[in-house]
């Protein structure tokens, strides 16, 4: 019996250590595994949380404060987002009529710009340094400091320039007068050096000064929210992110002018191959400027950009055409960006002020047309005849929004196109097919009959897009009028 009950025990108890060590095997292979992994996933989880709050409070940081319309403006005046070549040669020309010397040359790097005319700018002539806060003091002037500092948490912010070389002619008070001026212009200017030579006391001297004018894309995002500058401004483009104009609210879904972003590859702009280079002869139109006269019949563009890269080229282009108009762009030393055209200075004006309402810098630029002697004779007088006579249809609706055009103005309009084409046809009937002149004159013509049919919709269903199409059309003509070929076709 007790052999019996030894023999049960016996069992009973090898049972049991199987038992555990079975259980033991189970939780060691299938058990302790998953909450290994459960631990790992807690602790990867409290990670993800730790780093979600870390990048947060990082991001709070980072997005600055709402500016004010006014902040915006005291930044973007002093730090635009762009180069702006052209707003830095129209600040430097004021600060020579305010001061009374006389500016020989100026340049950027190593080219040289020569008076009253943009050059170009390559890259080597810009450099870039990233400023952390603690710098900002050493680059910004007082209130533009105390305005990033205050609304901005840690902002690493590339700040670039553009190297300038001025030689001058003046007195010496007027001299020390123009440098002055420079370093309390708007925008932020820095007087590198500056040396005198010649002249005897009181008598007209010669100086070289060296500064740098800043420019920095990084505040484009701070200022995009509700920014209306115009880029071409704000690249002094700004702008800006648009740097005298109306602020105007923006259209739905429209980019904001202070923003930079990549250029739209859907937003095509016809591109001309051209000599056209600015001078002197450009005048600046804003919505404060009075009823500009002028006298006689001409082809005057409004010239709404000038750059050397094609990145912030067309970032502006883009934001024209969402504004409704449709720019063409002239590639030469520089390359500059026409919103419209018209025949005489008055009108180009109305249209350029028109323009400078979307925040966009407007110049009214003379063109040289480049005709033959023979062809001043029979095609230059039925050219502007036609551009005059499109341009009051396009003048009238877009500066007056006087939409209507009757039957009987539109009858006088395709009749002087008629006159056009019947001149040029008679003209060109010898030339050989191939010769290049043969067919830019034969796309006038077939620009013109793109005229006749736009209009005929506006005339049937008036719309300013269709008057500003007509303008783009307008541009087209006289590029090959005047020899202008189109380099992206």
Do not use: C
């Not at 990082?58 to 002093?78: I, M, R, S, V």
């Amino acid at each position: 019996m007790n052999q019996n009950n030894n023999a049960i025990q016996q069992i009973i108890l090898t049972v049991s250590v199987l038992l555990l060590v079975a259980i033991g095997i189970f939780y060691w292979v299938m058990i302790r595994p998953v909450v290994a992994e459960e631990k790992q996933k807690e602790t990867e989880l409290k990670q993800v949380e730790t780093a979600v709050a870390d990048y947060q409070k990082l991001l709070a940081d980072l997005t600055p404060q709402q500016l004010t319309d006014e902040e915006k403006d005291t930044l973007l005046k002093g730090i635009p987002v762009r180069p702006n070549v052209e707003q830095v040669i129209v600040d430097l020309e004021k600060t020579e009529k305010n001061t009374g010397v006389l500016i020989n040359s100026i340049s950027f790097g190593n080219l040289p710009v020569g008076k009253g005319k943009v050059g170009q700018v390559t890259e080597a002539a810009e450099e870039e340094k990233e400023l952390s806060t603690a710098e900002w003091n050493a680059v910004f002037p007082e209130p533009i400091f105390k305005l990033i500092e205050a609304k901005f948490k840690d902002v690493k912010v590339k700040v670039n320039y553009l190297d300038v070389q001025l030689s001058v002619n003046g007195k010496e008070a007027e001299i020390n007068r123009f440098i002055e001026g420079l370093e309390n212009l708007p925008r932020v200017v820095h007087v590198q050096s500056y040396s005198y030579s010649g002249g005897e006391k009181g008598a007209d001297m010669s100086a070289s000064i060296s500064a740098r004018v800043f420019y920095s894309d990084s505040f484009a995002p701070f200022v995009a929210a509700g920014n209306d500058y115009e880029l071409g401004e704000l690249a002094s483009e700004p702008e800006p992110n648009r740097e005298p104009e109306l602020v105007v609210d923006p259209e739905p879904d429209t980019p904001d002018a202070g923003e930079v972003k990549e250029p739209d590859e859907e937003q095509a702009v016809k591109r001309y191959e051209t000599e056209i280079v600015m001078d002197g002869s450009s005048i600046r139109v804003t919505t404060d400027t009075p009823p500009v006269e002028g006298e006689g019949q001409g082809f005057y563009f409004v010239q709404t950009g000038a750059y050397t890269n094609d990145y912030y080229l067309l970032n502006q282009v883009d934001y024209i055409k969402s504004r409704g108009l449709d720019p063409r762009v002239s590639d030469s030393s520089i390359s500059l960006i026409f919103s419209s055209v018209s025949y005489d200075i008055p009108s180009a004006a109305k249209k350029a002020i028109k323009i400078n309402e979307f925040g966009i810098d407007t110049y009214i630029m003379p063109l040289k047309i480049n005709l033959t002697e023979e062809e001043k004779e029979w095609l230059l007088p039925v050219a502007q005849d036609t551009l005059e006579a499109v341009a009051k249809v396009t003048t009238k609706g877009i500066a007056a929004n006087d939409l209507k055009l009757t039957e009987q103005q539109f009858n006088q309009v395709v009749t002087t196109m008629n006159n056009y084409e019947d001149a040029v046809i008679q003209s060109i009937s010898n030339m050989a097919d191939d010769n290049q002149r043969k067919v830019q004159l034969n796309n006038t013509i077939a620009i013109l009959n793109q005229v006749e049919s736009v209009l005929a919709s506006h005339q049937k269903e008036p719309s300013v897009a269709k008057l500003w199409d007509v303008d783009g059309l307008l541009i087209d003509f006289t590029l090959n009028l005047n020899g202008n070929m189109l380099s992206n076709e």
